[in-house]
């Protein structure tokens, strides 16, 4: 069976089209990869693209998400998902809902993280990479009760990859989520680099 992979948050421009190409990229090294991409602005279909990811296959609709877990062939399923609202209905615990935000929108992201079922991971993205500001939030996201968490300094070379259209773009945060993803290691670690 499929492992689901949804990702969302609570406002846009945090990143999240760029963590599920890069999660897309690092899973694609361990099994078969589907992206689904159901961002209006299909940002992520362009991503995949760039980063020159083959094994990857790329769709812009959903279907039935009980198929989904059934469909054979694919070890990964990565959701797109702009709907948060629709994750916070959906209670399903075989699915692992990461969680973007940006600093500013923390505090509205945490409201939200506790309705959501299933396993829950939380990047907070584009910290500014200045030493106090990125200590302060890697101690905050810290104590939060969630499974696994990540916390991602503002690098430009990742703000800028749609202009740069550079296929060999790393991110190793990125990479080991996904890699805790892959293992089911979800005991509440901070990945910070």
């Given at each position: 069976?499929?492992?689901?992979i949804?990702?969302?948050s609570?406002?846009?421009?945090?990143?999240?089209?760029?963590?599920?190409?890069?999660?897309?990229?690092?899973?694609?090294e361990?099994?078969?990869v589907?992206?689904?991409?159901?961002?209006?602005?299909?940002?992520l279909?362009?991503?995949?693209?760039?980063?020159?990811?083959?094994?990857?296959?790329?769709?812009?609709e959903?279907?039935?998400?009980?198929?989904?877990r059934?469909?054979?062939?694919?070890?990964?399923?990565?959701?797109?998902?702009?709907?948060?609202?629709?994750?916070?209905?959906?209670?399903?615990?075989?699915?692992?809902n990461?969680?973007?935000?940006?600093?500013?929108?923390?505090?509205?992201t945490?409201?939200y993280?506790?309705?959501?079922?299933?396993?829950?991971?939380?990047?907070?993205?584009?910290?500014?990479?200045?030493?106090?500001?990125f200590?302060?939030?890697?101690?905050?996201v810290?104590?939060?009760?969630?499974?696994?968490?990540?916390?991602?300094?503002?690098?430009?070379?990742?703000?800028?990859?749609l202009?740069?259209?550079?296929?060999?773009?790393?991110?190793?945060?990125?990479?080991?989520?996904?890699?805790?993803?892959?293992?089911?290691?979800?005991?509440?670690?901070?990945?910070?680099?």
């Amino acid at each position: 069976m499929s492992k689901i992979i949804r990702i969302t948050s609570v406002k846009g421009g945090v990143g999240k089209s760029t963590v599920a190409a890069f999660m897309a990229k690092y899973l694609s090294e361990r099994g078969n990869v589907l992206v689904i991409d159901l961002d209006n602005l299909g940002h992520l279909s362009s991503l995949i693209e760039i980063l020159r990811l083959k094994d990857v296959e790329a769709r812009r609709e959903l279907g039935d998400l009980d198929k989904l877990r059934k469909m054979s062939g694919y070890d990964y399923v990565i959701i797109d998902d702009p709907d948060l609202l629709k994750v916070i209905e959906d209670p399903s615990q075989d699915i692992i809902n990461v969680v973007i935000s940006d600093v500013l929108a923390l505090a509205s992201t945490l409201k939200y993280l506790d309705k959501i079922g299933g396993v829950k991971a939380l990047i907070v993205n584009m910290v500014p990479p200045l030493p106090a500001d990125f200590s302060k939030i890697i101690k905050a996201v810290r104590e939060l009760n969630v499974d696994l968490k990540a916390v991602i300094p503002f690098i430009p070379k990742i703000f800028s990859l749609l202009v740069r259209q550079d296929s060999k773009t790393e991110l190793p945060i990125v990479k080991r989520l996904a890699i805790a993803i892959e293992n089911n290691e979800f005991n509440g670690e901070v990945i910070t680099r």
